[in-house]
């Protein structure tokens, strides 16, 4: 399963507060795609994610300061 | 002054270019020691501190210029950096990490700036300039220097202290790392370098600790003996709009108009720019921290640059004892704004799991 979260317009910590709780409510395996535009994310929510032991699939930027990381539930 | 706005413009550009590229957050460091229990930023504005303690005093007891930290207004030091403490979490950026993210593009952060621009302008020249004098002047300690009070030389505090600070440095970077996933690389070399990698945060501090030693001979030169600030500055240059009086212009004025050309820069050349327009709730946010910041930098004499990564380097009171006072005014406001909303919708959903079940 794959859910989407959009936390664009969204300043820090609030996008990767919002990813860590969408992330408890999915099953193990299932991926989270996080779609934001907050500049400080770009190192917050990767950092979060690899040392919480998930798998991040897809990290890209998007367009002119827009991200989007996809985080695999371990 | 011409000489004033080249090298106030062109530090302030490469700190503002520096904070942007190496995502140098320092309300973001603060809120996550309590959030997240984690101190990488809080170690990094060490390491800043102490190149900047080192070249500076070196650069004092070479003759090159003189200080004296003077007298501790205790009482304005402690509740000003407080209230600075909770403005920055509801502005969602310390003075410094507002100026850089206006150059990002962040309304929100435009918003705060006015607010603390505003603010700190009526705590000096403005209706709360006796409310400010008043608190200054009230509760005042002889000696702000640290090595005075002790009647040591400052290198008795400052070499423990660098000591300290490579024993994180070793312990930090000796723990096992965890690989954190990186951008796909769409640049090579120099470009990629500046414009896409991602920067350790000590390497970062040490460039802003450089920066931050490079300011003083530079601002020294124009008449102003004192290393980065942001707050009188910003004041100031409200204050020259308002008035056109060019007394208010000083380095410093020039030195957080480079911070933001020197973020936008970066942001526009690592396409990072953008105009984005925060919710209401933010934007009445970013308003009300900005005036707590300006009211509580002004009262304490400093901001998060002012006393905590210059005035600790110049091992002041003022300085370890603002910064210690900022950061449990940014651990009490994370607890209102993150800590508390989080567990009260937690109890609702369980109470609601209860009622359906």
Redesign the interface.
């Known amino acids: 399963m794959q859910k989407k979260l959009e936390v664009l317009?969204?300043?820090?910590?609030f996008p990767l507060?919002e990813a860590q709780?969408a992330i408890e409510e999915l099953n193990s395996g299932d991926e989270l795609v996080v779609e934001f535009?907050c500049?400080?994310g770009?190192?917050?929510i990767?950092?979060?994610?690899?040392?919480a032991g998930h798998t991040?699939t897809e990290?890209?930027?998007t367009?002119?300061?827009?991200?989007t990381?996809t985080i695999q539930k371990k | 002054m011409i000489y004033m706005i080249i090298t106030g413009l062109l530090c302030g550009a490469l700190l503002g270019f520096v904070m942007q590229r190496g995502r140098f957050c320092l309300t973001g460091g603060f809120r996550d020691m309590y959030l997240a229990k984690d101190n990488r930023m809080f170690y990094a504005l060490l390491i800043a501190i102490a190149v900047q303690s080192v070249g500076v005093f070196l650069l004092i007891d070479l003759g090159v210029f003189e200080y004296s930290a003077g007298a501790l207004p205790i009482l304005s030091v402690i509740v000003g950096s407080f209230i600075f403490g909770i403005g920055i979490i509801l502005a969602g950026g310390c003075a410094t990490g507002t100026w850089y993210r206006a150059g990002e593009g962040l309304i929100g952060s435009w918003i705060a700036l006015a607010g603390y621009m505003l603010m700190s302008t009526m705590m000096r020249t403005g209706v709360f300039g006796p409310l400010n004098q008043q608190m200054q002047t009230s509760s005042v300690l002889p000696t702000n220097s640290i090595a005075e009070t002790f009647g040591i030389n400052h290198w008795f505090i400052i070499i423990p202290f660098v000591a300290v600070v490579l024993f994180i440095i070793y312990k930090q970077l000796t723990k096992p790392k965890v690989a954190i996933p990186k951008l796909k690389a769409k640049r090579t070399g120099l470009s990629h370098l500046l414009f896409e990698k991602r920067w350790h945060p000590f390497v970062t501090a040490t460039l802003i600790g450089i920066i931050a030693l490079i300011a003083w001979p530079l601002s020294a030169a124009t008449g102003r003996v004192f290393g980065l600030g942001i707050t009188t500055p910003s004041a100031n240059i409200l204050q020259y709009l308002t008035t056109g009086d060019q007394r208010f212009l000083n380095w410093g004025v020039f030195l957080v108009v480079g911070i933001f050309s020197g973020s936008l820069i970066a942001a526009k050349a690592s396409k990072e720019f953008r105009f984005r327009m925060p919710d209401v709730k933010t934007g009445i946010n970013s308003f009300i921290g900005g005036n707590l910041m300006g009211f509580g930098a002004t009262l304490a004499g400093g901001c998060s640059i002012g006393n905590g990564l210059v005035m600790t380097a110049m091992m002041t009171w003022q300085g370890w004892i603002g910064l210690v006072f900022m950061i449990l005014g940014t651990w009490t406001a994370s607890y209102f704004v993150f800590v508390r909303p989080r567990q009260k919708a937690k109890a609702a959903k369980l109470k609601q799991e209860v009622t359906t079940a």
Request: glycine share 4%; charged share 25%; aromatic share 10%.
């Open positions: 317009g969204m300043v820090c910590p507060i709780q535009d500049t400080q770009t190192e917050s990767p950092r979060w994610a690899a040392e991040v990290f890209e930027q367009d002119e300061a827009a991200w990381i």
